[in-house]
């Protein structure tokens, strides 16, 4: 991009422009980073085409790259900060589950509801059943809805269909979502979530070996991520590290649901191996999380989901302040799926995250934009507002970052920028 061509979109007067910047170029925040990136007072945000061109306070914006063809938007009086990342969802499913939403109200929990054949079964049944098309229709309007909350990228799990023929649809339903309509989707494959009711004799490992043997090659190229459920009802923990070895070898990114409902060491497992992310941590104790940050040298992300206890009514809350104080950087997601959150509010996410995990504000906001990113690989791409990253960017409708998780689930955003394109 030439450093004089004229800016397409230009974003201007902003009460607060949150970069995220700070911290090493690239890498996720944790510590002090993760509350002490830069945010500019009355400032711009430039854009050639798809990427961010220029960022800056209004007293240095370069008047001469305005033209005829600049589209100009004000912010007076807002927020301005990166599209959000949500970075851990299970888009694409059959059915739903308010029925087993009054079983829970009832007393009974996830892993009484999963041993009765409900739960993820449930769901897996409904997912069989429906079409390819039917499917696609229902991950473009949940996309419909994330967009409206301002995510402009998100990955999506498979992991409903937990056959071969299934799951392959399972990811490209999720391609193709991602390819008509303008949030960028990066799917995971999630064939390890439960063990399908034709592998309950032969049990876990079997249907791992069949995992590997029978459909990981097809993925190739079409799934960025392979992830597994390691918890009891599930995967138990020597499998989990044998499935994750074995993607690795062939080539993919690793990531891990674990130390959701007890722990079972999952996530330092993973973060041994080179996970991108560890997913859950309502179990991970502080002392592993510090470990894990160590080892990793603060590059594995622990993703948490605020919203899932919650829905679950667990009372134990992942400790992210603890986290993020051991050097650990933090992320946080919906979830979004039919059983544990049926929720695409990701500003409702980051205000539970400040209520029940003791992040501030700023960390709340880096965790779903930058280190978001990070725990899809994509730091380097999106996240923060800065020179050559992606032109995805929201205006907010409030005028400060202390006001977003205090508007209690409220959606802020007033406008949503995806590759520089205003929709
Ligand atoms: O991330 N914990 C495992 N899997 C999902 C829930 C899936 C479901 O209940 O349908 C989760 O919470
Ligand atoms: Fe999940």
Redesign the pocket.
């Known amino acids: 991009m030439a450093d004089s061509a004229p800016y397409s979109l230009l974003i201007i007067d902003a009460a607060q422009v949150l970069t995220l910047t700070g911290g090493a170029p690239d890498q996720p925040l944790a510590g002090p980073d993760a509350s002490g990136w830069t945010i500019i007072e009355h400032g711009y945000v430039a854009c050639v085409a798809d990427k961010i061109a220029a960022v800056g306070p209004m007293s240095e914006l370069n008047r001469a790259r305005i033209g005829p063809e600049t589209r100009l938007l004000d912010a007076t009086g807002r927020v301005v900060m990166p599209g959000l990342v949500e970075c851990?969802t299970?888009l694409v499913?059959g059915g739903n589950?308010a029925h087993e939403f009054e079983r829970k109200l009832r007393g009974e929990t996830?892993l009484d509801i999963?041993a009765s054949g409900g739960?993820?079964l449930s769901?897996v049944r409904a997912t069989r059943a429906a079409s390819e098309a039917e499917l696609l229709a229902s991950a473009l309007q949940h996309l419909a809805g994330f967009r409206h909350y301002g995510i402009t990228t998100l990955e999506a799990k498979s992991?409903?269909g937990l056959d071969r023929d299934t799951e392959l649809r399972l990811v490209r339903v999720a391609r193709a979502a991602g390819q008509q309509q303008a949030v960028r989707v990066v799917p995971t494959f999630?064939g390890a979530?439960?063990v399908p009711p034709e592998f309950k004799a032969a049990g876990p490992q079997a249907y791992v070996d069949f995992l590997l043997r029978e459909v990981l090659s097809d993925l190739k190229g079409e799934a960025a991520f392979v992830d597994i459920?390691c918890?009891e009802g599930?995967f138990p923990l020597d499998v989990a590290r044998y499935y994750l070895e074995q993607a690795h070898k062939m080539g993919f990114g690793l990531k891990i649901?674990a130390e959701?409902l007890h722990d079972l060491g999952g996530c330092e497992m993973a973060a041994a191996l080179g996970a991108t992310s560890v997913?859950?941590c309502d179990y991970l104790t502080p002392a592993a999380a510090a470990r894990i940050a160590r080892q990793t040298q603060g590059r594995t992300v622990a993703v948490l989901?605020p919203l899932?206890p919650l829905f679950l009514r667990q009372q134990q809350f992942a400790a992210g302040r603890e986290f993020i104080d051991g050097g650990l950087p933090v992320a946080l997601s919906t979830?979004f799926?039919?059983?544990?959150?049926p929720s695409k509010n990701l500003w409702l996410a980051v205000s539970v995250a400040c209520l029940k995990m003791g992040l501030s504000p700023k960390e709340a906001v880096a965790a779903v934009t930058r280190n978001a990113a990070s725990a899809l690989g994509l730091a380097a791409d999106c996240g923060s507002l800065e020179p050559g990253k992606r032109a995805d960017i929201l205006v907010l409708n409030v005028g400060s970052v202390a006001e977003i998780p205090y508007w209690l689930g409220e959606n802020p955003v007033r406008e949503v920028i995806i590759g520089g394109e205003l929709g």
Not at 337 to 341: F, H, K
Request: with cysteine; hydrophobic share 30%.
């Open positions: 851990h299970h499913f589950r996830y999963l739960g993820i769901t992991g409903y999630l979530h439960v459920f918890e599930a649901h959701q997913d859950h989901l899932v979830d799926n039919p059983g544990s959150c």
